[in-house]
Structure formats: structure tokens, C-alpha cells
Nanobody, 116 residues
């Protein structure tokens, strides 16, 4: 029953930056692990970055050194700072729990499109 709303996506040129936000309807303090996932057309959804109460714990190899996940418990928000964006980063980005089935469903997500 936790509602997560993603925002911050858009169209950006290769090499640019975006910051995605995931606003939760409830305090995220009670959620041990949260993550950003993404799904590109024709591809399976993949885990991009995960964060626990202790801090970031995982980044996909394809985004290491470029993306940073963070959380602000006071604002009930998880962020994904995306730098040096590449066309292959184009996807719908979703915020969810880890594992996602802990929540059991996916929200609308936010579209990120990187042009070359």
C-alpha cells in the first residue's frame, strides 16, 4: 500500500545530467531497501541502483561512476543523480522496494530519453 511517485525524467543530450526523484506516501525509514529500476523497449527490467538504511549497496556495472543513489528520510524521497548520460540509458525508470514484490506492483515510472 506504499505509493511511490517518480519524477524528474526528460529528454537530454548525451553527456548531460538528470536527477530523478521518488516520493513516498509513507516514511521510508521502515523500508529497509529501495532501488531504481529501468526498462528499455524490448528489454527486461533491470536493477540500476539500490540503497539501504546504511547507504548505497549496489550499482549496475553499466552505471557505476555515473549514477548516484541517495535517500532523504525526512522528505520521504529517494533520488538518482544521473551524470554523463548515454543513449543506452534511455528507458522508463521506476522506483520500488527491494525486492520489488515486497510492494507487489509497479508505478507509472518516469521516462528518460538520451539523444546522441
Amino acid at each position: 500500500q506504499v505509493r511511490l511517485e517518480e519524477s524528474g525524467g526528460g529528454l537530454v543530450q548525451a553527456g548531460g545530467s538528470l536527477r530523478l526523484s521518488c516520493a513516498a506516501s509513507e516514511t521510508i525509514k521502515r523500508i529497509v531497501a529501495m532501488a531504481w529500476y529501468r526498462q528499455a523497449p524490448g528489454k527486461e527490467r533491470e536493477l540500476v541502483a539500490a540503497i539501504t538504511t546504511s547507504g548505497p549497496v549496489h550499482y549496475a556495472d553499466s552505471v557505476k561512476g555515473r549514477f548516484t543513489i541517495s535517500r532523504d528520510n525526512a522528505k520521504n524521497t529517494v533520488y538518482l543523480q544521473m551524470n554523463s548520460l548515454k543513449p543506452e540509458d534511455t528507458a522508463v525508470y521506476h522506483c520500488n522496494t527491494v525486492p520489488w514484490r515486497l510492494r507487489g506492483f509497479w508505478g507509472q515510472g518516469t521516462q528518460v530519453t538520451v539523444s546522441s
